[in-house]
Antibody, heavy 116, light 103 residues
Framework: EVQLLESGGGLVEPGGSLRLSCAVSGFTFSNYAMSWVRQAPGKGLEWVSTISLGSGSTSYADSVKGRFTISRDNSKNTLFLQMNSLIADDTAVYFC?????????WGQGTLVTVSS | SYELTQPSSVSVSPGQTARITCSGDVLARKYVRWFQQKPGQAPVLVIYKDSERPAGIPERFSGSSSGTTVTLTISGAQVEDEADYYCYSAARVFGGGTRVTVL
């Protein structure tokens, strides 16, 4: 069974940093691209970032480019999202997803709240 | 950047047919996926490649495509189908979402 478990969310002040993790099981992690998608409270889904299976290629939404960094550790079956210079608009539930030409299986998400 | 346009809400009586559209220029050359999201839950894939249904998704869910518009159809909608539905294209874009109410 495919499982994805996000962690690392919490309350952070504007300008602060946070690192999200996504531990996966039930599939060969190193064979798949992975993505982060977020959802602000009461709002729709927004693609954030994608990383290729070998970390050779990354892409970002314009809204986070230059502030967020996606990475992965294939030896630990774990995906990461380093978030710097956080702003109020980054407040959202962050989902990690197994990516096959787009999100396929999703975790349950972790809430990030940016507030003073 | 690309945009995908969905109606904000659709209402249907139990047993009737609900149709949700997703429009955008990019859809003329990119496949669409549809996700169902219930409150407090992660999205679930219900349709991929415009009209393919993943294993475990009820047959009442179907998809179709015509030009720059794709349609998710729920034939014989059930109360448990009440949810938000999002289209997604391989251009890394989500539609704004459609709240489907079954009552």
């Amino acid at each position: 069974e495919v499982q994805l478990l996000e962690s690392g969310g919490g309350l952070v002040e504007p300008g602060g940093s946070l690192r999200l993790s996504c531990a996966v099981s039930g599939f060969t992690f190193s064979n798949y691209a992975m993505s982060w998608v977020r959802q602000a409270p009461g709002k729709g889904l927004e693609w954030v970032s994608t990383i290729s299976l070998g970390s050779g290629s990354t892409s970002y939404a314009d809204s986070v480019k230059g502030r967020f960094t996606i990475s992965r550790d294939n030896s630990k079956n774990t995906l990461f999202l380093q978030m710097n210079s956080l702003i109020a608009d980054d407040t959202a539930v962050y989902f990690c997803a197994k990516d096959v030409d787009g999100p396929l299986h999703w975790g349950q998400g972790t809430l990030v709240t940016v507030s003073s | 950047s690309y945009e995908l346009t969905q109606p904000s809400s659709v209402s249907v009586s139990p047993g009737q047919t609900a149709r949700i559209t997703c429009s955008g220029d990019v859809l003329a050359r990119k496949y669409v996926r549809w996700f169902q999201q219930k409150p407090g839950q992660a999205p679930v894939l219900v349709i991929y490649k415009d009209s393919e249904r993943p294993a475990g998704i009820p047959e009442r869910f179907s998809g179709s495509s015509s030009g720059t518009t794709v349609t998710l159809t729920i034939s014989g909608a059930q109360v448990e189908d009440e949810a938000d539905y999002y289209c997604y294209s391989a251009a890394r874009v989500f539609g704004g979402g459609t709240r489907v109410t079954v009552l």
